[in-house]
């Protein structure tokens, strides 16, 4: 069974994307949440805006933090990468399903992280996939990449709620499976091409969901938060 499918607290299936310009507006909205989530991604954007020491500061203060930083490079500065995230308290951090990157990751990643391997973007479609220059369909390369990443020892997946059945097939019962382009029914898609609503990943055996602007961009953020693990409860 996965590991938060043991979860007491059902507020942790629901990551919350702070995918906002700055440190203060994220301490904003984690402040207009409160309680009703403890789950916080942070990526590119305000990572590189002070965001990796708001991420330490959300670890101490008792909060989980996702570091979605896709990592991929040579495996030594992978490996070192990993191990500076370990250090900031981080609960995910994302690299790129590449098996050399992947080994790496395992080989730096210290007590109480999970590395998550991303296997294609959610918003590629087969169409960008064959821009990009791969032969196989979205769904056949993420169980490929699924099925390379268990054999590793990469502690979960990150893919389309879409490709959820097909990656638990080549994964395991024991890992986890992390979705983004989680839309609540009614919400716009943006640039999201493969989405389901909170209630439909839960089905599909999803462990967590990311949600971002469903909830940053709504009028009252915690009571949106509160929906959604409602919905996935």
């Given at each position: ?37 403890t ?36 495996g ?68 490929r ?18 490709e ?36 439909q ?25 509160q ?7």
């Amino acid at each position: 069974m996965p590991e938060s499918a043991t979860l007491l607290d059902p507020r942790d299936r629901l990551i919350v994307a702070l995918d906002l310009p700055d440190v203060a507006a994220a301490e904003r909205l984690v402040a207009r949440i409160g309680d009703a989530a403890t789950f916080y991604k942070i990526g590119y954007r305000l990572a590189y805006a002070g965001g990796l020491d708001f991420a330490a500061r959300l670890a101490r203060e008792g909060k989980k933090t996702f570091l979605d930083l896709k990592l991929h490079d040579i495996g030594n500065t992978v490996e070192e990468g990993v191990r500076s995230a370990s250090a900031l308290g981080a609960t995910f951090l994302t690299v790129h399903a590449y098996p050399q990157t992947m080994r790496a990751a395992v080989r730096g990643r210290g007590a109480g992280l999970k590395i998550l391997a991303v296997t294609v973007l959610t918003s590629y479609d087969d169409a960008d996939a064959a821009e990009a220059g791969y032969a196989l369909p979205v769904a056949d390369l993420v169980a490929r990449r699924a099925e390379q990443a268990a054999e590793i020892g990469i502690d979960g997946i990150v893919c389309s709620a879409a490709e959820a059945g097909a990656v638990r097939e080549r994964i395991g019962p024991s890992r986890l499976i992390v979705t983004p382009g989680i839309r609540p029914a009614g919400a716009e898609a943006g640039d999201q091409k493969r989405v389901m609503t909170p209630g439909q990943a839960r089905a599909a055996g999803i462990d967590h969901v990311v949600v971002g602007r469903p909830i940053t961009g709504a009028e009252d953020p915690r009571t949106v938060a509160q929906a959604i693990v409602a919905e996935m409860a």
